[in-house]
């Protein structure tokens, strides 16, 4: 990887983001009425993938503390026995940085910001930075995979990545 390599952050859109997930939105979302008609539900927005022994699926709440603009990413990791989804529960500004694989290792990456009201689900070993809120201190509804085996896979950057607003 060349020095000081710089990422420019990007709308998340849907299409920009197909190859890492889903985005998880009511915006264009199938969606239908409840609870005698008191409620609209918007159904199945995301695929939640889960692999491996005794594997069932997890809500957290995270609770992450802001990083600023510029941001040195160090490392990215990667979930090879599920997905992983991230909705904010606030519409404080957020990051998602996301890689393709190039044989083990994260490259061409990009950093998506989500307009409020957008989370994501990324996908099965997909490779992602850590949860990247900004400016505030933010809580995120998480669903992922609980079970038997490493669910996780972390790689260290010899040189960070800087990322950059656009």
Avoid: C
């Amino acid at each position: 990887m060349p020095a000081n390599s710089t990422i420019f952050t990007e709308p998340l859109t849907t299409e920009a983001f197909a190859p890492f997930g889903q985005i998880i939105q009511t915006e264009q979302a199938e969606h239908y009425p409840i609870n005698l008609g008191m409620t609209e539900r918007y159904h199945d927005l995301a695929r939640i993938e889960l692999a491996g022994d005794a594997a069932r699926p997890l809500i957290s709440i995270f609770r992450g503390r802001p990083y600023a603009l510029p941001l040195d990413l160090l490392m990215m990791e990667r979930h090879p026995l599920g997905s992983q989804a991230f909705f904010p529960l606030s519409s404080h500004p957020w990051l998602v940085i996301v890689a393709q694989d190039n044989r083990g290792e994260p490259t061409r990456l990009r950093a998506f910001r989500p307009s409020p009201g957008q989370g994501v689900n990324i996908a099965i070993n997909v490779w992602h930075g850590v949860l990247t809120p900004l400016e505030k201190t933010s809580d995120f509804l998480v669903v992922d995979r609980g079970g038997e085996g490493n669910n996780l896979e972390e790689h260290h950057f010899e040189r960070p990545w800087t990322i950059v607003a656009a």
